[in-house]
């Protein structure tokens, strides 16, 4: 059974127009992602979608918190992510997919019964996980690095301990 399924929309039975579909993501979720960077999450996902002829355009607005690591102390906290992403569905004949390299352009076939936005919502969540975490981040601006671990930092940056082997080399004069 795929765990994913309540992510999926039902193109045949959706008439041409808007339709409006929300998603609650939870820990239950990042489990079938196994390579994740992040296993625990308070996202609310609200989808618009409006169905053309040809075509689906979609409308993500993602909202929430990743549970994630502070790379400088190491500890836990809620990092607030959110976005506005659109992609767009075309059905093949509307252009051949090669001219393509828009990657917010997805092309199904004619016949496609349904589509899954899991994977979608997931990349978008991942993007949003800047490179450099910090506690200072959260979002009520209540946490604070670890003061204990800061200060383990700062004694390591003041013991500017030299490698012995390499000594040598700074009394070498260069001509």
Not at 96 to 120: G, M, S, W, Y
């Amino acid at each position: 059974m795929n765990k994913l399924r309540t992510f999926d929309i039902n193109l045949s039975g959706l008439s041409v127009g808007k339709h409006i579909f929300t998603y609650e993501i939870d820990e239950r979720f990042f489990e079938n992602f196994a390579e994740s960077p992040v296993s625990e999450g308070d996202v609310y996902v609200h989808l618009s979608m409006e169905k053309k002829e040809r075509m689906l355009l979609l409308d993500f607005f993602i909202d929430g918190s990743l549970k994630s690591e502070c790379d400088r102390c190491l500890d836990e906290f809620n990092l607030p992510i959110s976005s506005n992403e659109k992609v767009i569905y075309k059905y093949e004949g509307e252009g051949n997919a090669a001219d393509h390299e828009d990657p917010n352009i997805v092309f199904i076939a004619e016949k496609t019964e349904r589509i899954n936005v899991a994977q979608l919502i997931y990349e978008f969540m991942m993007l949003q996980i800047p490179i450099k975490k910090t506690c200072e981040m959260d979002r009520m601006g209540e946490k604070i690095c670890n003061p204990i671990m800061l200060a383990r930092l700062e004694e390591g940056r003041k013991e500017k301990k030299t490698d012995p082997r390499w000594d040598k080399l700074k009394d070498i004069k260069h001509n």
